[in-house]
């Protein structure tokens, strides 16, 4: 590989590494694809790829972890009905969305309910995450070392890099804002 080539490859894993924490939250709290696997962030991690990881981190099976985020989702969706803020059709729309998307799921649901359904603390459901994002985003960096876009220096740099990045857990910067997108236009603004 040239040196101009391998200053590129360098400097887009670099910017991978920079690009840790907000593209790893925005490709689960605000990503779409269909079935969640689809829809990759700013860091190329996409939702159905994350639940996967974080199920092995939490010692759950994948289906167990997905049920408890489309579970918590439809729980939300449930208060908006309650409270006013979404009518019983849109709440379908919303709840097939849910069950089809996962990225809509994470970012729909609420990390204290997610926590809940699987029995454990909102701290563990966080640490699954960031374990499981450092697991696939390391995994990129192995890929490029592999396919000789970097060297085993520079994979050991990103590497460390990667080590003192501050991941985000279950939701992107804890609170995960998003917007159902109903209403016509007048779109709320939920946090969860």
Do not use: W
Not at 78 to 92: I, Q, W
Not at 166 to 180: E, V
């Amino acid at each position: 590989m040239n040196s101009s080539m391998r200053k590129l490859a360098l400097l887009a894993a670099v910017s991978l590494v920079g690009l840790l924490a907000l593209g790893a939250a925005t490709a689960s709290a605000h990503g779409g694809g269909g079935g969640g696997g689809g829809c990759k962030g700013a860091g190329g991690v996409s939702a159905g790829a994350l639940v996967t990881q974080a199920a092995k981190q939490l010692n759950v099976t994948r289906a167990k972890l997905k049920g408890a985020i489309v579970d918590a989702a439809e729980a939300r969706i449930d208060e908006e009905v309650t409270s006013g803020d979404v009518d019983a059709d849109e709440a379908a729309d919303l709840k097939d969305r849910a069950s089809d998307d996962l990225a809509f799921a994470i970012k729909t649901s609420r990390t204290k309910t997610v926590a809940a359904n699987l029995g454990i603390t909102v701290a563990a459901l966080n640490d699954g995450f960031r374990a499981a994002r450092k697991a696939l985003f390391t995994a990129k960096i192995d890929k490029a070392l592999a396919n000789g876009d970097i060297d085993a220096t520079e994979a050991a740099d990103l590497k460390a890099e990667l080590d003192d990045a501050d991941l985000p857990g279950y939701k992107a910067f804890g609170s995960g804002g998003f917007d159902l997108g109903y209403a016509g236009g007048g779109h709320r603004g939920y946090h969860g």
